[in-house]
């Protein structure tokens, strides 16, 4: 068996993660990938969810002030800190956002990955994204 990181609280999209928000679990060998070192999360893990590498980066995003986080699926191209438009199906209106955590090959994830928007914007975005009717553009360079 093997010692492997796994969640004790959740941790969003952009916390740091270390010592204080894992918990060490024996495993078998090969079940999960080998955690190397910490770093962000670059989206969500629930509590008792396994720490994976896919869900870690070296850098952090952070939100400018006043801003809210919107968990949505991201284009697999996306970075985090990409600039992003946000697309509202029905009204046709383009809101700026920012890439703060991108989907991984985890097949224990949930395939999603998260945009901060600004506060003006937040209720209008969330109420489309909750009816499946936003689209995330990512710049292609």
Same mark, same amino acid.
């Given at each position: 068996?093997?010692?492997?990181?796994?969640?004790?609280?959740?941790?969003?999209?952009?916390?740091?993660?270390?010592?204080?928000?894992?918990?060490?679990?024996?495993?078998?060998?090969?079940?999960?990938?080998?955690?190397?070192?910490?770093?962000?999360?670059?989206?969500?893990?629930?509590?008792?969810?396994?720490?994976?590498?896919?869900?870690?980066?070296?850098?952090?995003?952070?939100?400018?002030?006043?801003?809210?986080?919107?968990?949505? %699926? #991201?284009?697999?191209?996306?970075?985090? !800190?990409?600039?992003?438009?946000? &697309?509202? =199906?029905?009204?046709?209106? +383009? *809101? /700026?956002?920012?890439?703060? %955590? #991108?989907?991984?090959?985890?097949?224990? !994830?949930?395939?999603?990955?998260? &945009?901060? =928007?600004?506060?003006?914007? +937040? *209720? /209008?975005?969330?109420?489309? %994204?909750?009816?499946?009717?936003?689209?995330?553009?990512?710049?292609?360079?």
């Amino acid at each position: 068996m093997l010692e492997h990181p796994f969640a004790v609280e959740t941790i969003a999209a952009g916390d740091e993660i270390s010592v204080d928000v894992v918990e060490m679990r024996l495993v078998p060998p090969g079940l999960l990938p080998r955690v190397e070192e910490y770093g962000y999360a670059n989206r969500t893990f629930l509590p008792d969810e396994p720490i994976t590498p896919g869900g870690i980066t070296g850098e952090d995003a952070p939100i400018a002030s006043g801003w809210w986080d919107l968990e949505i %699926a #991201v284009p697999r191209t996306a970075k985090v !800190g990409d600039p992003v438009q946000l &697309v509202l =199906i029905d009204t046709g209106v +383009a *809101v /700026a956002g920012s890439v703060r %955590a #991108v989907a991984d090959d985890d097949p224990l !994830g949930n395939g999603s990955g998260s &945009v901060a =928007i600004p506060p003006d914007q +937040a *209720v /209008a975005v969330a109420a489309a %994204a909750a009816n499946g009717r936003v689209i995330v553009l990512v710049s292609s360079g």
